[in-house]
């Protein structure tokens, strides 16, 4: 299985750290950071996913526990009407997020902030968090990366005017976090709290018809 490349420096170090206790003798010590090496590869492993998927299907963006799905939590969602899907991810899931629905990105924006533990509502407001907005045929699809108390770090590999496919790998984020999904009003959740989805294979909700069909 491979990992996502966020993870090498992390297991590189690790590794490098093991082999010099053990050339200088402490073997036993060495054992300690092998521990760390073996962790890091979990954390940071990248399964292949693979889903059939309807043109309207929103699929999940992250491995996790369904926290929120229904209407928007008062005063953390973006301007304008939604639908919000929360997932909340423990260190033990994949971290390695996916692009819910086909589109192009239409813009990216980074918020510094807080490490709150990433299940507190006010979480969504005042963490660190990327917000990835997706034009779909004239909808908008908000995909929110909340980093939460073990998070220091948001990976995200998509721009603006990135034709995005859904179920595409876009980013990671690293040691614990959430992931809040804003959907527009017409949209009919298949997932309720307390469910547990796996990134790029479960089908969460299902979009109303888009404004204007999308260009090829």
């Known amino acids: 299985m491979r990992i996502d490349p966020a993870g090498y420096p992390f297991v590189g170090v690790a590794a490098l750290v093991a082999l010099g206790l053990a050339l200088f003798g402490h073997r036993l010590w060495a054992m300690v950071p092998l521990v760390f090496v073996a962790f890091f590869l979990f954390f940071f492993r990248d399964p292949d996913r693979a889903a059939i998927l309807g043109a309207d299907d929103v699929v999940s963006p992250a491995d996790g526990k369904v926290m929120v799905a229904g209407d928007p939590e008062p005063g953390v969602a973006p301007p304008g009407v939604w639908r919000q899907i929360s997932i909340f991810l423990s260190p033990l899931d994949v971290h390695v997020n996916r692009i819910p629905v ?49 998070a220091r770090r948001i990976v995200c590999r998509v721009g603006p005017g990135a034709r995005v496919l859904a179920g595409q790998r876009f980013g990671v984020m690293k040691f614990g976090s959430r992931v809040d999904l804003y959907l527009p009003p017409g949209t009919t959740l298949r997932v309720t709290p307390g469910d547990r989805v796996r990134g790029g294979e479960t089908v969460l909700a299902v979009l109303p018809p888009a404004p204007h069909k999308e260009r090829d």
């Open 102 to 150: 086909t589109g192009e990105v239409s813009k990216v924006e980074y918020q510094p902030g807080r490490f709150l533990p990433a299940y507190r509502h006010e979480a969504a407001r005042d963490n660190e968090r990327n917000e990835v907005w997706i034009d779909r045929g004239g909808q908008l699809v908000v995909t929110r990366q909340v980093v939460g108390i073990l």
